[in-house]
């Protein structure tokens, strides 16, 4: 009865073989895992614990990639922790840069943050370079379109000028990316503006305008379009462009305020202030390459806003 079993097993393993070897012939790279990119990549991540970075690297991971570096403040790890490292133990096929500190008003209060900016981009930059990372992609900013200039977009263009210096004399393939304002369900130690205002308006505190009401605009990004946007990049985008990636709309702020403040059934008030130094004042972005490609915004800022207002009633805290 065994000896039955055994060359009844013999006979299984050896079909299952045979169906390997024709599959293989039919698909030969045994990588390919996803809709979006061809081929199943080793990547290595900077600020993969905040708003961004959380999601695309989820999104990436359930794509089929692996994420075999993660480096992030939160954790403990800076940036700088890649100067002169060479000879990462595994091949890195794409490098993600999104560690930046991202608040204007404070860089133009403590430039050092936006110099800080350009110096991450050298030094992941340099990493590639040493390790032979073939492309990456760079997180800059939709803001550096304004005509209002400071030390944080001029981080952001320094990062973006040596990302093409890169290319053109180490063979570093780019893609640079530009978010808008991006939000969503996450509790962002960032305080970005729309966190700050659900937070406040969940306690019935005052919602902040720095500027005037009238003519203050922002272009708002839901974070899965703005995480779909990245996947279509990586499938149908060309290396070494730029793209701007917004909700596609220019939109008040202060009927933001009032429109989060309805949602919430909150009692607080909008208190109007003088506009902050070297803040852009009206953001509209064109993202008519990204449409080019099959890119197309799917979540209105309304519902937008009420998936995150939802998200921050469910937290302890509120």
Same mark, same amino acid.
């Given at each position: 009865?065994?000896?039955?079993?055994?060359?009844?097993?013999?006979?299984?393993?050896?079909?299952?073989?045979q169906i390997n070897e024709k599959l293989n012939l039919l698909m030969p790279e045994t990588k390919l895992k996803n809709k979006y990119s061809n081929i199943s990549m080793n990547i290595a991540i900077t600020g993969h614990k905040g708003l961004i970075g959380s999601f695309l690297k989820k999104r990436l991971e359930e794509e089929g990639h692996k994420i075999v570096l993660a480096i992030d403040?939160?954790?403990?790890?800076?940036?700088?922790?890649?100067?002169?490292?060479?000879?990462?133990?595994?091949?890195?096929?794409?490098?993600?840069?999104?560690?930046?500190?991202?608040?204007?008003?404070?860089?133009?209060?403590?430039?050092?943050?936006?110099?800080?900016?350009?110096?991450?981009?050298?030094?992941?930059?340099?990493?590639?370079?040493?390790?032979?990372?073939?492309?990456?992609?760079?997180?800059?900013? *939709?803001?550096?379109? #304004?005509?209002?200039?400071?030390?944080?977009?001029?981080? $952001? %263009?320094?990062?973006? +000028?040596?990302? =093409?210096?890169?290319?053109?004399?180490?063979?570093?393939?780019?893609?640079?990316?530009?978010?808008?304002?991006?939000?969503?369900?996450?509790?962002?130690?960032?305080?970005?503006?729309?966190?700050?205002?659900?937070?406040?308006?969940?306690?019935?505190?005052?919602?902040?305008?720095?500027?005037?009401?009238?003519?203050?605009?922002?272009?708002?990004?839901?974070?899965?379009?703005?995480?779909?946007?990245?996947?279509?990049?990586?499938?149908?985008?060309?290396?070494?462009?730029?793209?701007?990636?917004?909700?596609?709309?220019?939109?008040?702020?202060?009927?933001?305020?009032?429109?989060?403040?309805?949602?919430?059934?909150?009692?607080?008030?909008?208190?109007?202030?003088?506009?902050?130094?070297?803040?852009?004042?009206?953001? *509209?972005?064109?993202? #008519?390459?990204?449409?080019?490609?099959?890119?197309?915004? $799917? %979540?209105?800022?309304? +519902?937008?806003? =009420?998936?995150?207002?939802?998200?921050?009633?469910?937290?302890?805290?509120?």
């Open positions: 009865m065994n000896e039955k079993l055994m060359e009844s097993f013999s006979r299984i393993k050896e079909d299952i073989n403040n939160r954790e403990g790890l800076s940036v700088d922790l890649l100067e002169n490292h060479q000879g990462f133990e595994e091949k890195i096929d794409l490098f993600v840069h999104l560690a930046d500190f991202c608040k204007i008003n404070r860089t133009v209060l403590y430039p050092a943050l936006g110099h800080n900016n350009a110096i991450n981009s050298y030094t992941v930059l340099e990493f590639c370079r040493r390790n032979k990372i073939p492309k990456i992609i760079y997180f800059s900013s *939709s803001r550096i379109l #304004s005509a209002e200039k400071n030390p944080y977009t001029a981080g $952001k %263009i320094y990062g973006e +000028e040596l990302c =093409k210096a890169y290319s053109q004399c180490y063979g570093i393939d780019y893609s640079i990316l530009r978010p808008s304002t991006v939000y969503g369900p996450f509790n962002d130690i960032s305080h970005r503006l729309v966190d700050v205002f659900i937070r406040n308006a969940l306690q019935n505190k005052p919602l902040e305008i720095y500027g005037d009401p009238k003519i203050k605009t922002l272009d708002f990004t839901y974070i899965d379009d703005f995480v779909d946007a990245v996947m279509i990049i990586l499938k149908k985008g060309k290396w070494n462009e730029d793209y701007n990636i917004s909700g596609g709309g220019e939109y008040l702020v202060y009927d933001l305020a009032k429109k989060i403040i309805e949602i919430s059934r909150s009692k607080s008030k909008i208190i109007i202030k003088e506009e902050e130094v070297a803040q852009p004042q009206r953001v *509209s972005i064109d993202i #008519s390459k990204m449409r080019e490609i099959g890119y197309s915004p $799917k %979540i209105g800022i309304d +519902e937008g806003i =009420k998936k995150t207002i939802d998200f921050y009633k469910k937290q302890s805290h509120f």
